[in-house]
């Protein structure tokens, strides 16, 4: 398969909030194109991190649907109107902080007024807040928190609650700290927003086959297009996308069917012990009773025996025998497996060194009086 590459085909930066860019990326067989670009997509707008104001308290209002005094936009409007400011970062943000804004009038009050955290930016300064008449003031503490995807809570209790909890413990300067001491913000109520925290905007995609390479394998390319709200560039978008499916993916890397909850070799001996079998004239029995008395019962016994590292002939054979979990197989000795069909020695040895790595091994025949003699 040729190598695969990944470029840039077109950019543009129409406005503070949508910046575009269209990236190709290919080579891929014509049975896993759709597969990627459908995923990669759904990554893009589901998966990516984001910074968003959650939360505003203002002074001298009590719930959304209040008036202040010398301004212009009622609370609704002004919180609409925070809720369309797009904020970024540098790094990753972990933890909720605080930001503030104090403006008189008469001015015209827009996101560059607000006092953030220095590592903290806002990508369109211009975003338009609110207008403040002679006479006028307009204070607020904003909480900003990172997330994923977008809430829809504006008015819920439970979110309201989780606002009051986290407001004192938000991060925020000593600036910020004064400006809610001296303002006595502390009597405000909490407005929760909407907020959204996706940072794209838009994802497209188009699959066109590669027509100059004459191979009998198909080749094809992804074509994507990606819009963005200023806050992340379209190519770090993409590459936190994908990383996000190696995220997904990493645990099974070393995948194994079964990680059984190990137990001690004396424990594996004595269960040993307690599994007996028989034919014609001899015992064969199973203690469970015993085993769940003394604690000795592995949980590995109630799986199915397709988390045994089988291949497909033995697994075949054992399931037409009704043989279906590890339990049912401890019932059944070297000898008995033999005598199922197409159940060979080579599906025996596989069989034994998979149990051994569970520490589970099969059951011996033994007479009655050996039977007897172990149970005392």
Not at 169 to 194: C, H, V, Y
Not at 273 to 280: A, G, P, V
Not at 320 to 334: F, V
Not at 339 to 364: A, D, I, M, R, T
Request: glycine fraction near 4%; proline fraction near 6%; charged fraction near 25%.
């Amino acid at each position: 398969m040729p190598r695969l590459f990944f470029t840039c085909v077109e950019s543009s930066v129409n406005d503070p909030k949508n910046t575009y860019a269209r990236f190709k990326i290919g080579p891929f067989l014509e049975t896993q194109t759709l597969t990627i670009a459908n995923n990669l997509r759904r990554a893009l707008l589901t998966e990516l991190d984001g910074i968003a104001v959650v939360a505003v308290k203002i002074k001298g209002v009590s719930h959304e649907y209040s008036s202040l005094p010398g301004v212009k936009e009622s609370v609704l409007d002004i919180l609409l109107n925070i809720k369309q400011i797009p904020l970024g970062s540098a790094f990753q943000v972990y933890s909720p902080h605080l930001a503030y804004l104090n403006c008189q009038g008469p001015t015209k009050v827009t996101a560059k007024d607000i006092q953030l955290p220095p590592f903290l930016k806002c990508t369109d300064p211009d975003q338009y807040i609110a207008t403040v008449c002679t006479g006028g003031y307009l204070k607020l503490v904003f909480l900003i928190c990172p997330g994923k995807n977008y809430w829809l809570q504006l008015g819920a209790s439970q979110f309201v609650t989780y606002c009051q909890k986290i407001f004192p413990k938000a991060g925020a300067t000593n600036q910020t700290r004064q400006f809610i001491d001296e303002t006595k913000m502390s009597e405000s109520n909490i407005l929760p927003i909407d907020a959204t925290f996706m940072p794209i905007n838009r994802v497209n995609y188009t699959i066109e086959r590669d027509e100059e390479i004459d191979t009998e394998l198909i080749y094809e390319y992804i074509f994507l297009e990606i819009w963005t709200n200023g806050t992340i560039h379209p190519f770090n978008a993409i590459k936190l996308a994908l990383q996000s499916f190696i995220d997904i993916f990493k645990p099974l890397k070393n995948l194994k069917i079964l990680q059984p909850d190990y137990i001690s070799l004396k424990k594996i001996q004595t269960l040993e012990s307690l599994i007996q079998t028989t034919s014609k004239g001899n015992y064969r029995q199973l203690n469970l009773a015993s085993i769940r008395n003394k604690k000795l019962e592995p949980p590995v016994l109630n799986l199915d025996i397709g988390n045994l590292e089988l291949s497909l002939r033995p697994y075949t054979c054992l399931k037409r025998a009704n043989i279906q979990t590890i339990r049912d197989l401890m019932g059944y000795t070297r000898e008995e497996l033999l005598l199922l069909k197409n159940f060979g020695k080579k599906s025996l040895e596989e069989l034994e060194k998979s149990l051994f790595k569970l520490g589970l091994f099969l059951p011996e025949r033994v007479s009655k009086t050996e039977f007897d003699k172990r149970m005392k």
